[in-house]
């Protein structure tokens, strides 16, 4: 088994900063890709970011282009997301997720039923 804990989510004002991060533990061998999702109140899950750890190709939600970084420590198992220029619209549950097999292409961000493994996510409010 594996299990993936998320931190770092918080309130934060427009134009501000945060860091994710995603610690796995348990059957970590087992784990090849990360990424990052989110779920707004209302809205479905939509990919935020994810790496291809074959080529190394990192993916990013384009409304989050230039302004968030996904960053994989192999040493501590722990994945994360720094965010910046932070905007109301940014306002979701964030979650980290993992899988043995999958590998992100193109169409990386349909494919969050991929991921076999999931963790509680990490609330982020955007407000002034």
């Known amino acids: 088994q594996v299990q993936l804990v998320e931190s770092g989510g918080g309130l934060v004002q427009p134009g501000g900063s945060l860091r994710l991060s995603c610690a796995a533990s348990g059957s970590i061998f087992s784990i090849d890709t990360m990424g990052w999702y989110r779920q707004a109140p209302g809205k479905e899950r939509e990919g935020v970011s994810a790496?291809?750890?074959?080529?190394?190709?990192?993916y990013y939600k384009d409304s989050v282009k230039g302004r968030f970084a996904i960053y994989r420590d192999f040493a501590k198992n722990t994945v994360y997301l720094s965010m910046n220029k932070l905007k109301p619209a940014d306002t979701a549950v964030y979650y980290c997720?993992?899988?043995?097999?999958?590998?992100?292409?193109?169409?990386?961000?349909?494919?969050?039923?991929?991921?076999?493994?999931w963790g509680q996510g990490t609330p982020v409010t955007v407000s002034s």
């Open positions: 997720a993992a899988d043995p097999l999958y590998v992100p292409d193109a169409q990386w961000e349909d494919d969050a039923g991929e991921y076999e493994h």
């Open positions: 790496v291809n750890p074959r080529d190394g190709t990192v």
